[in-house]
């Protein structure tokens, strides 16, 4: 297992203990220096925060180490080239739903520090200013909630919000999902962009979704909404939504994931982040930052690593895992067609 975090081993042992089966774990990820470390074990289990390998040598190198599969313990494969996994017979899994409620929590969260304007008042309260002017707030029972991708994470957000009186709006390329009836309103995503107070995206990263909000869709915005980003940071061209920010086209924003957070994220630093435009979001007093931590719950965490335990353990005995990546769909999908 690469790039295993302290809080994971425990888990590790857990699922070692009752399947009779070694485990060994690194704190490194899984790339073409470290490739090698896979010599004599059956399976690999990974997290990356990078992509693997932008040469195909790598995936060749798995195959001649008699390595057959990948489980990703994560919901994200932007990371794995599967076209080149595919050449090489390794099939790959990911863990799509290891705590859709985990995700949702922190919206709802980051959604009421956003309401309630508690960064700014974070920002007063610093400079010794304890005036409550200018920041009134509205309930949510109020406000309209706009979730772009309303699959698992953003079907348990509509729930959440609906229970708390929110009119909650959606949009999807897929088709409704029955369930939602009298929770949301499937609709454009123009339309979402409009009527909504909060916007909240949750789609996966891919070549379709890159830059998925960028000017156009802020300059629909209200200049009284809230962004909200938990899928991934390249969903989001920072440079608009920093102009939409300063030239008040938004109101305020909470991030969870940004544009060049690999350099970021689990770091620390003595000065300024290597990332330009994080640090002029720091600057700023209506954004909410948090680094990555979604996922960061122990029934997610939990889930993640025995799941991609096992979905490793399935591949490797000669079963099918219902984790397996379908390639033929991603390709049709990367090619533009609805599947």
């Known amino acids: 297992m690469y790039h295993v975090r302290d809080d994971e081993q425990p888990l590790i042992d857990e699922w070692s203990k009752e399947h009779?089966?070694?485990v060994d774990s690194v704190p490194d990820e899984l790339h073409a220096d470290t490739v090698s470390w896979a010599k004599g074990y059956?399976?690999?289990v990974y997290k990356q925060r990078s992509v693997l390998s932008k040469d195909v040598q790598f995936y060749e190198q798995l195959r001649a180490l008699g390595i057959k599969q990948l489980a990703c313990r994560s919901a994200g494969i932007d990371s794995v080239n599967l076209e080149w996994a595919q050449q090489n017979g390794i099939t790959v899994t990911n863990v799509p739903s290891y705590s859709p409620t985990a995700v949702a929590e922190l919206v709802l969260a980051q959604t009421l520090q956003l309401v309630r304007q508690l960064p700014?008042?974070?920002?007063r309260i610093n400079e010794n200013n304890y005036c409550v002017n200018g920041l009134r707030a509205r309930e949510l029972s109020e406000l309209t909630i706009g979730i772009i991708g309303v699959g698992r994470i953003g079907g348990t957000v509509a729930k959440i919000f609906h229970a708390l009186g929110a009119t909650v709006l959606g949009n999807d390329i897929a088709q409704p999902r029955a369930e939602l009836e009298g929770i949301l309103r499937y609709t454009t995503k123009e339309e979402l962009l409009r009527q909504a107070d909060i916007v909240t995206v949750h789609v996966y990263y891919n070549s379709q979704n890159q830059h998925l909000i960028s000017e156009e869709q802020f300059a629909l915005m209200k200049n009284s909404a809230y962004f909200i980003n938990d899928s991934r940071g390249p969903v989001?061209?920072?440079?608009?939504?920093?102009?939409?920010?300063?030239?008040?086209q938004i109101a305020a924003c909470a991030l969870d994931v940004v544009e060049g957070e690999t350099q970021i994220f689990?770091?620390?630093f003595a000065q300024e982040t290597p990332v330009a435009n994080y640090n002029e979001l720091k600057k700023l007093p209506n954004?909410?930052?948090t680094p990555?931590?979604?996922f960061f719950t122990d029934i997610a965490v939990e889930n993640m690593v025995k799941q991609a335990l096992d979905d490793a353990l399935t591949i490797i005995?000669?079963?099918?895992?219902?984790?397996e990546i379908n390639f033929k769909k991603v390709a049709a999908s990367k090619n533009g067609r609805n599947t």
């Open 20 to 22: 009779a089966i070694q």
């Open 42 to 44: 059956d399976g690999v």
């Open 120 to 123: 700014q008042f974070e920002s």
């Open 236 to 248: 989001v061209d920072t440079e608009d939504l920093l102009r939409a920010l300063k030239n008040e």
């Open 266 to 268: 689990n770091l620390k």
């Open 287 to 289: 954004v909410l930052l």
């Open 292 to 294: 990555h931590i979604g």
């Open 317 to 323: 005995m000669g079963h099918t895992s219902a984790h």
